[in-house]
Every structure is written in C-alpha cells, then in structure tokens.
C-alpha cells in the first residue's frame, strides 16, 4: 500500500524560499499523481496544485501561481513543492496527498504527515 | 469563504447519528464527485468516502456517502468518542480550476 513520508518542519525568514519532499512507497511515483495541500493554524484545508494525469502536466490553484513549483525524481519516487516569495500568511503544515484517479473526479489518499512550515 | 458551505459544527451523543452538509453549485458539486475527509486533532486528513458514496478499504460501514443535484452528505451513525474530529467535503470546481474544500465542520460527542 502507498505510503507518504514528507520532510520536516522548517522555519524561514519572510521573503525566503522553502522546499518540502514527499518520498512514495508501495508504489511508484508514475502511477500516481501527486498534490499538495496546506492548512493554515486553525483553519481548513487549502488545495495547492497537483498533477493532472489528463493534461499530462502539473495544474496549480491561481493564488498560488507564479510562487509555487512542484517537481518529481522519479529515479528516487520523491516529490516536491517549492514556495518562494515566503511571507507570515504562509505559515501552514503542507500535505502531501496521492491519488490514481483523474483530477477532476478526485479524491486524495494516502495523506503525508505534513510539513510545518513556519515564516518568521 | 469556500464555494462548499458545510455547518460549522454538529453534535450528539453516542451511539446516535449525525449527517454533515455539504452544499454547491453546478460548477463543482453537481457536475463532479464528492469525497469526504475526517481529520483527528493533531493529525493528517483521512479519505472516508469517495465518488460520492464509495468507502475505501477499513472505513467501517457507519459511514456513508450520498449526493443529489448540488448537494452532499455524510452520514455518520452509532457515533462513538472516536469519531470527535473535523471532516471536510472537497470536489473539482470548474470555475475555478480547482479541487475545493468544505471549510470542514466539527463533530462533537456529547
């Protein structure tokens, strides 16, 4: 079975750039898609961008674009998400999640253990 | 402000059964799939259903999934302690481009 395990917490300055991994086990990083999440300190789940199996390439939600890339190496089944440009709004855990559905009729499981970022 | 209006809260005591909201438009909920997520303090979101009313593998048949026009609901029956989380509705919205949350609602045990 998938298992999601992402790296630990970090805290940057404002203005920085933080980069979260999410190694995949049980399965391959090409037979899954990958998305990442985030959830501000007491607040709801936020959707980032993912990768969308029927475009062929990686979608991101409009806020986030122009601030956010996310890559894969597939040679090591490890995920990423870069945000640069950090500023105290950022502050957030970052999840990422894994599905093998198509994006648009989505669903996310497993879940990483999420990353806690913390701009300061 | 998400475009999936889910109650705040709901609550009840154990053993009974609580039903979650999770109201939409065209745009998202009555043109895609709905999954549902239960997320216990302190820890990553769980799938609890999905394509509206399918339940992955180990989710126990106490909850349930449903959906009709623009609209979903989770039901949730004999609520024991363990089930005091927060749960979030999500689906695509093509209006946005996007896959959307609920703002979640907490689950309460009395």
């Known amino acids: 079975q998938v298992q999601l395990v992402q790296s630990g917490g970090e805290v940057k300055k404002p203005g920085a750039s933080v980069k979260v991994s999410c190694k995949v086990s049980?399965?391959?990083?090409?037979?899954?898609?990958i998305h990442w999440v985030r959830q501000a300190p007491g607040k709801g789940l936020q959707w980032m961008g993912g990768?969308?199996?029927?475009?062929?390439?990686?979608i991101y939600a409009q806020k986030f674009q122009g601030r956010v890339t996310m890559t894969e190496d597939t040679s090591s089944d490890t995920a990423y998400m870069e945000l640069s440009s950090l500023r105290s709004e950022d502050t957030a855990v970052y999840y990422c999640?894994?599905?093998?559905?198509?994006?648009?009729?989505?669903?996310?499981?497993?879940w990483g253990q999420g990353s806690l970022v913390t701009v300061s | 402000q998400s475009v999936l209006t889910q109650p705040p809260s709901v609550s009840a005591a154990p053993g009974q059964k609580v039903t979650i909201s999770c109201s939409g438009s065209s745009s998202n909920i009555g043109n895609y799939y709905v999954s549902w997520y239960q997320q216990l303090p302190g820890t990553a979101p769980k799938l609890l259903i999905y394509?509206?009313?399918k339940r992955p593998s180990g989710i126990p048949d106490r909850f349930s999934g449903s959906k009709s026009g623009t609209s979903a609901t989770l039901g949730i029956t004999g609520l024991q302690t363990g089930d005091e989380a927060d749960y979030y509705c999500?689906?695509?919205?093509?209006?946005?481009?996007?896959?959307?949350f609920g703002a979640g609602t907490k689950v309460t045990v009395l």
């Open positions: 999500g689906t695509w919205d093509s209006s946005l481009s996007a896959y959307v």
């Open positions: 999640a894994a599905t093998t559905a198509m994006l648009r009729g989505s669903w996310f499981d497993p």
């Open positions: 394509d509206n009313n």
């Open positions: 049980g399965y391959t990083l090409p037979e899954l898609s």
């Open positions: 990768f969308d199996p029927e475009e062929g390439e990686t």
